[in-house]
């Protein structure tokens, strides 16, 4: 029997993708047979447009492309980003003819969103495990992750999470209602993640290893909580929970509480993951 693990294994930046899969494989055994990886024609195309090394620092990208370039069965769904290589070699052959500006090997894109600008690996300090930031014509807008392996853990752990857990919410505030919640309720030192933390400790809930300063995830074995904060913007919640918990009540109080954060139904249409 596979066992399941709450998050994903730690390991080598080499090992990324093969923790990756076997991680969404132990919950979702069909997982192998959505993706598909790109051919070595496709990914020799990617990098002469994008000017990514084969041998640089992104050669843990170039990995995942083997595995997952072609189909990565809805991991980055979520996000509402593009990843695929087709999509990729396309908006490169564009801008190659009608606005060569957005080209920089430096912030080679690996993905697009379905409205709006690009998700793009930050290369210009070279390291196996690049940060990932959102970009706008090649200029850097935000940073999305503090690393290439962090970002991607963090989709399997959602794409796993959403689907395996009947009983989800999600809820947002704008920073400057979240502001006004932490100064009424934080004390003399209000934050963000002290007060997910104090969260985590109240609902018995520890923090993923792939969680960083904007982007914490808390699980258990009955409930996760997904919670990201974006400069200007404010925050994001998702919470999950098993059919026999009942957290999530009491979790959607706090959040309200805490941040000013009015949950919602979260409504799905993919199928449960098999055995769950």
């Not at 209000?190 to 699980?219: D, M, R």
Request: charged share 20%; aromatic share 6%.
């Amino acid at each position: 029997m596979t066992t399941r693990n709450l998050t994903p294994q730690q390991g080598s930046v080499d090992s990324l993708v093969s923790r990756l899969v076997e991680y969404v494989s132990s919950h979702d055994s069909a997982y192998p047979t959505k993706i598909k990886g790109a051919s070595q024609k496709q990914i020799e195309r990617y990098c002469e447009l994008s000017g990514i090394r084969p041998d640089g620092p992104s050669s843990t990208y170039l990995s995942y492309l083997e595995t997952l370039g072609v189909e990565d069965g809805d991991l980055l769904g979520w996000r509402r980003i593009d990843p695929k290589i087709e999509r990729l070699i396309r908006v490169y052959e564009d801008w190659s003819t009608s606005e060569p500006e957005s080209l920089s090997p430096t912030v080679p894109v690996i993905g697009t969103y379905l409205v709006g600008d690009q998700v793009s690996l930050d290369l210009r300090s070279p390291t196996p495990n690049p940060p990932v930031v959102e970009t706008s014509d090649a200029e850097i807008v935000v940073e999305l992750s503090v690393s290439f392996e962090h970002y991607m853990m963090q989709a399997s752990m959602m794409y796993v999470e959403s689907a395996r857990r009947p009983h989800r919410i999600w809820a947002s505030s704008s920073q400057a209602t979240v502001e006004k919640h932490l100064s009424a309720n934080g004390g003399t030192d209000p934050s963000t993640n002290k007060v997910l933390q104090g969260l985590a400790q109240k609902f018995g809930l520890h923090t993923a290893w792939c969680s960083e300063n904007n982007y914490k995830i808390l699980i258990n074995e009955k409930t996760s909580i997904f919670a990201e904060t974006t400069p200007g913007t404010g925050l994001m919640t998702h919470v999950f929970t098993e059919a026999d918990s009942n957290q999530l009540p009491a979790i959607s109080d706090e959040l309200e509480n805490m941040f000013g954060a009015t949950p919602h139904p979260l409504e799905r249409v993919d199928e449960k993951l098999p055995g769950t």
